[in-house]
């Protein structure tokens, strides 16, 4: 099992049970997926560099997690398909 890293953005429209429950979702699809979550850590809303869909500000979520490496492209397909996410990354950590 691969480490790896994702972060993502919500939308600033939804309240702190909003964001909660984007968490609780994505961690779902990586542990039904076999994989396991290190940690997740809430930045919290911060100004974004530059403006995603006329939005100037979102609330940032960070998770560690391992996985096999198919997993990845299953969480980046339902980040995609999402609504509340304004943008994702999902980075393999080096050993």
Known sequence: MKKYETIFI???SLDEDGVNTL?????GVIE???GTVANVDLWGK????YEIKKVSEGTYVLMNFESD???PKE???IYRITDGVLRHIIVALDK
């Open 75 to 77: 969480l980046a397909r």
């Open 46 to 49: 911060r100004r974004l560099a």
């Open 23 to 27: 968490i609780e979702r994505f961690k």
């Open 69 to 71: 490496s198919a997993l």
């Open 10 to 12: 919500a939308h600033p």
């Open 32 to 34: 039904n997926g076999g």
